[in-house]
């Protein structure tokens, strides 16, 4: 019997690739039931609250600027000449580096946590404040809770990517999937039962609690010898600093081309519209998320295929797996715009954007993931010649809406988003692509 593309793809991925791709299912899949919740269980400003929490939550982006994906690397890097035992123990040369860098980084994020506490809290009570005669009870406080568990889920950060640097892949992502899973039913419970807005408190606690008990039972030697181990000269301008500023740069676009509608709806037009985009956007994400998880997968056989340069059998994964990314995202796509219009006629209908502000949503997503499969091509040869582009890209978005959304509102933000990732965004990329492939393949 033929297999299916899926079963051919499950076939000759290894264990802890499979475990990342069903983390990432579980994120997507989770993500759908929790806004069917939120579409039946919290009133039109609740959900515009709601999703206006998350995007302000989400500007802890800017402190970890990055390197938490940096650390993976780094960390693959300096435990290059050590090994784990068979009881979970460090072995090998230069061990008093490897510490230095847990250490280092481990001050930076704890340094983060309390900047994002002691901002983030006052900041966002004054933001949110502007609609504060609209808002549900208790608003104030599941801000503040909001906050403080994000505030705690940063100061474990540096030790999940490190471990995952050093070769643990599977043993992380066992513990982050045992998160999304905890933080999910607890938000789910707590959408049920009524409790509103603290149910968005869960996700970033589940994951404080679960990284803090998991490290405690099989790497408490880690927390313990990192103070206790001779100090070693670590350059982080040398080791770190290269890899961070590239990746913070894309974080903060994607922050700045995603997060920043919410927000601003809710400033300048209200919790309504805030929640109506809030909501789309994420149904949107999802579907970018799920359809990317083929080509994700092939990004480590596409990397290996550069570094031997068998170009025509990377070109050939390559096309493959982008049409197969780009054809689930085109099926899910009608199924959210049909959707989308069903809803027009039903009591939800102010719970989404209207049907054509959702055509132009996904049609800038669209966009987006178009530029972002020719991205993991030329990520395949070691460099990210989309930098530049994705700032540029965020800038533009930012302005364009600061511009448009007062006199415009919703339709003028997705406009904004499909003028640069379609208008701009793809034919820039697109030449870049082109001249980077012939560069290196002739």
């Known amino acids: 019997m033929r297999r299916s593309i899926l079963q051919e793809m499950l076939l000759h991925l290894d264990n802890s690739t499979r475990l990342v791709l069903l983390y990432r299912a579980w994120q997507a899949g989770a993500g759908l039931c929790t806004l069917g919740l939120v579409l039946h269980l919290l009133s039109p400003i609740e959900q515009g609250f709601y999703y206006t929490y998350a995007s302000i939550a989400a500007l802890q982006v800017f402190l970890d600027a990055g390197l938490s994906a940096a650390l993976i690397q780094v960390a693959a890097h300096t435990f290059s000449t050590m090994s784990w035992s068979r009881q979970r123990q460090i072995e090998g040369q230069d061990q008093s580096i490897f510490y230095a860098l847990i250490r280092k980084s481990s001050i930076w994020y704890l340094i983060a946590s309390l900047v994002f506490l002691l901002i983030a809290a006052p900041a966002g009570i004054i933001f949110l404040s502007s609609n504060a005669s609209l808002a549900p009870p208790h608003w104030q406080l599941n801000w503040i809770l909001l906050v403080i568990a994000t505030a705690l889920s940063l100061v474990m950060v540096p030790f999940m990517s490190i471990l995952e640097g050093t070769g643990l892949v599977t043993e992380v992502y066992s513990i982050r999937l045992l998160q999304a899973v905890a933080g999910s039913l607890g938000t789910w419970w707590l959408l049920w039962k009524g409790y509103g807005l603290l149910a968005i408190c869960i996700n970033p606690l589940m994951a404080f609690i679960i990284s803090a008990i998991s490290l405690s039972l099989r790497y408490k030697f880690i927390i ?107 099926l899910g796509a009608i199924v959210i715009l049909a959707a989308c219009y069903y809803l027009q006629s039903t009591l939800y209908a102010n719970r989404i954007i209207p049907f054509m502000d959702m055509l132009i949503l996904c049609l800038a997503f669209l966009s987006s993931q178009i530029v972002g499969l020719l991205a993991i091509y030329l990520r395949a040869h070691k460099t990210d010649p989309y930098v530049g582009l994705s700032v540029v890209g965020a800038l533009g978005v930012l302005i364009g809406v600061l511009i448009v959304t007062p006199s415009f509102g919703i339709r003028g933000s997705v406009s904004v988003l499909l003028f640069v990732h379609g208008v701009i965004g793809i034919p820039v990329a697109l030449k870049i692509w082109i001249s980077y492939r012939e560069k290196w393949h002739t």
Do not use: C
């Open 224 to 330: 313990r010898d990192v103070w206790k181990a001779k100090s070693a000269s670590f350059s982080w301008g040398e080791h770190v600093w290269p890899y961070q500023w590239r990746i913070g740069l894309s974080w903060l676009s994607g922050y700045l081309l995603v997060q920043i509608h919410t927000p601003l709806l809710f400033r300048l037009k209200g919790p309504l519209e805030a929640g109506q985009m809030g909501l789309s956007i994420t149904i949107v994400s999802m579907l970018s998320l799920l359809a990317m998880i083929g080509i994700t997968s092939r990004t480590p056989n596409l990397a290996r295929l550069a570094s031997k340069k068998s170009w025509a059998e990377m070109d050939h994964l390559f096309f493959k797996a982008a049409k197969i990314s780009i054809m689930l995202y085109g």
